[in-house]
């Protein structure tokens, strides 16, 4: 029994090495394959490691700016302290070296001696570490063409520091299009909180994206009301600073010239102030203005001036400040007043100076009866006697375009009340016109031509507004609108048409009367005498 036993066993375990040696050869090829895989992850975790540490020894940049016809500033901070050199060049080889051996953390290195109007190469080197090839254009001759770009309004939508997709896609686009500046008009994160962490996330998230741009164009930025912490009760600016190198930081407000243009840079978001632009920087655009000998003059302030939604509570939250700042840049001839704010596109002419609403770099869209409401940057190309507007969809399809110097007719604008809107009797509409008319009239419902723009009636219902405008040389423009009132103080009746005539009886309705009565008579008399 016990040999039988151990027979068995014997038997039992010969058959059980036969199959681990039989699953073995079957699977081997698998078993390899897996451990090639394994071999290969751990190559491919090996390479990332390697670029990581090149990746992490660049925490920003390498960015260019302050870019004139003969200079420029290369910027990028590093991961500890290191010297700093940029192999510079007309092409891919970077021939040229500037350097500072000054050990630090962030790296600005300024080349100098550059020609006018010239495409340079440049890398950017620390502690023997390279980083990839970029390029940039040096300003051109003043008065010939160059190309801006202007994006703004691209914060996130909701509690998050996470910029919106649409902004990274035009980010690529803007590359692409290889411009000679980029304006922006605010508002690049959701907030500025009590967080320093969460702000240095929010922040880094943003310039992740514009250096992608930064590399190769200047980039100047306006500040918006998400940007400044203000809504903590505290000025927090530190973060705006450290995202771009501008001119006279650390102001929110400066100016520079570019090719002959003469850019201005406001801060529309002073604490206290918001939405104005008066006291101490009131008095620096004035002499700043009045000091330049620049033909073209571009300003830049995140807020509008002529607001499609944020109504109130832009820089026409004081009219008569606001008159007084578009007299100011129509008397120095400015050119463009450029904004963000609502998040939109718009471009509207006041007496002969644009104002270019341009506020749809990422965050939400604002529908507005007015519309614009489409992501975009606005495309525009700049010479002494040529200026084209192009606002460019997500799409890359044309959203608007506009030319200067521009003939034609006057256009004649509306803000305030939009078209077919209802509001209270006596509201008054704002009325705008591309140049100043050689006559204009406007007429309520019809009537009477005025000089003078009056509210809206005081009667309940309909009522439509024709405004008619002349220019230089005689051609006559001409918008209607339509309100419906409410509110009316006055009660209103419904009256129907009267017949025309002077007020005498028709013979040929006397007559028929007359004959009708005469046959009832008779009838009458007939059934009398019957009885």
């Avoid at 199959?19 to 090996?46: C, Y």
């Avoid at 104005?276 to 073209?296: F, K, P």
């Avoid at 718009?346 to 749809?360: A, D, K, L």
Wanted: aromatic share 10%; charged share 20%.
């Amino acid at each position: 029994m016990i040999e039988v036993l151990n027979g068995t066993v014997v038997y039992l375990l010969r058959r059980t090495w036969m199959t681990i040696i039989l699953l073995t050869f079957l699977f081997s090829p698998i078993m390899f394959n897996f451990g090639g895989h394994v071999s290969k992850d751990t190559a491919e975790t090996q390479r990332y490691s390697v670029v990581s540490s090149v990746d992490s020894l660049f925490l920003r940049g390498p960015t260019v700016n302050l870019v004139t016809n003969h200079s420029a500033l290369i910027f990028w901070k590093t991961d500890g302290m290191t010297n700093a050199s940029v192999r510079y060049g007309l092409n891919e080889s970077v021939m040229e070296v500037a350097e500072n051996s000054t050990l630090d953390t962030e790296h600005r290195v300024n080349l100098d001696g550059l020609s006018t109007d010239t495409k340079y190469y440049y890398k950017v080197i620390s502690n023997g570490t390279e980083s990839s090839v970029y390029s940039f254009l040096t300003a051109p001759a003043d008065g010939d063409e160059f190309k801006v770009i202007i994006v703004g309004d691209n914060r996130p939508s909701s509690d998050s520091v996470i910029q919106p997709a649409q902004f990274e896609q035009l980010a690529q686009m803007i590359a692409q299009e290889q411009p000679h500046l980029v304006l922006m008009t605010g508002d690049y994160v959701l907030q500025v909180t009590e967080d320093h962490a969460q702000n240095l996330e929010a922040w880094e998230a943003f310039t992740n994206i514009t250096d992608t741009i930064g590399h190769y164009t200047p980039i100047y930025a306006t500040i918006g009301n998400h940007d400044t912490g203000a809504r903590t009760g505290i000025l927090r600016l530190e973060y705006f600073f450290d995202a771009f190198e501008q001119f006279d930081e650390p102001s929110t407000y400066f100016a520079f010239d570019y090719a002959g243009v003469h850019f201005v840079i406001l801060n529309t978001e002073e604490m206290g102030l918001e939405g104005r632009i008066t006291g101490a920087q009131y008095t620096w655009l004035v002499n700043d203005l009045e000091s330049t000998d620049c033909d073209m003059k571009v300003i830049v302030g995140h807020r509008p001036m002529y607001p499609l939604s944020h109504i109130g509570d832009s820089i026409d939250s004081e009219p008569e400040e606001r008159a007084a700042l578009q007299e100011l840049f129509e008397s120095n001839n400015v050119t463009m007043f450029v904004s963000g704010h609502d998040h939109l596109f718009n471009r509207m002419t006041v007496n002969g100076m644009v104002h270019i609403i341009s506020g749809g770099g990422g965050a939400p869209p604002y529908n507005t009866p007015w519309g614009g409401a489409f992501y975009h940057y606005v495309r525009t190309e700049m010479s002494h006697d040529l200026v084209n507007i192009t606002a460019v969809k997500l799409d890359g399809s044309v959203g608007h375009h506009y030319q200067l110097p521009y003939d034609g007719p006057i256009e004649i604008s509306l803000r305030v009340l939009a078209n077919t809107s209802t509001k209270r009797v006596g509201s008054m509409p704002e009325i705008y016109f591309s140049e100043i008319p050689q006559e204009k009239y406007y007429s309520w419902d019809m009537g009477t031509n005025l000089t003078t723009l009056t509210g809206i009636p005081n009667e309940n219902g309909l009522h439509t507004l024709d405004v008619y405008a002349k220019n230089s040389d005689d051609v006559w423009s001409h918008e209607r609108y339509v309100f419906t009132a409410v509110g009316a103080t006055t009660s209103t009746t419904t009256t129907t048409s009267q017949p025309t005539g002077d007020g005498s009886i028709d013979p040929l309705f006397l007559f028929g009367a007359i004959s009708i009565a005469g046959v009832t008579a008779v009838v009458v008399i007939i059934m009398i005498r019957r009885r």
